[in-house]
């Protein structure tokens, strides 16, 4: 049986917004599929000609990718709950790219962060450990 694919995964398709497993089962389905090669060819006319569906503006502005700034509350647990449970659902059940690509790169810029704060700490504390001793001697 042939995998069933809608207009809004192909839509998403021709956006490069699917995650790559699914945009893989399309581009193995459109070789053998003169069909579903034609569906890709009747949407990306209609979108040539100016004419969009509520989803493919929704896909194509990112409306529903939270900020940065929310992104980084979320990382840090501060989000009300809500909030958080959407994001979640952004990453698990969407799979949205964007969703998922903002929380990897918040996630490593944390990281190198905490990296270069260890690594600052380390090096002031062994600077500043002879001068801590010789404080020390000059007060008695």
């Given at each position: 049986m042939k995998p069933q694919f809608t207009d809004a995964d192909l839509e998403a398709y021709l956006d490069e917004s699917l995650n790559s497993d699914r945009a893989t089962e399309i581009e193995d389905a459109l070789a053998n599929d003169k069909d579903l090669l034609n569906r890709l060819a009747m949407i990306n006319g209609r979108r040539d000609a100016g004419i969009h569906t509520l989803g493919e503006i929704w896909r194509r502005n990112q409306?529903?990718?939270?900020?940065?700034?929310?992104?980084?509350?979320?990382?840090?647990?501060?989000?009300?709950?809500?909030?958080?449970?959407?994001?979640?659902?952004?990453?698990?059940?969407?799979?949205?790219c964007f969703t998922?690509?903002?929380?990897?790169?918040?996630?490593?810029?944390?990281?190198?962060?905490?990296?270069?704060?260890?690594t600052r700490r380390e090096r002031i504390y062994k600077t500043s450990a002879g001068l801590l001793k010789r404080g020390n001697s000059d007060e008695e």
């Open positions: 409306i529903g990718v939270p900020t940065p700034e929310v992104m980084g509350n979320f990382i840090l647990g501060i989000l009300p709950e809500g909030d958080s449970q959407y994001i979640q659902f952004r990453m698990d059940e969407l799979k949205c998922l690509a903002m929380f990897n790169d918040l996630k490593t810029q944390q990281s190198e962060n905490s990296e270069l704060s260890q």
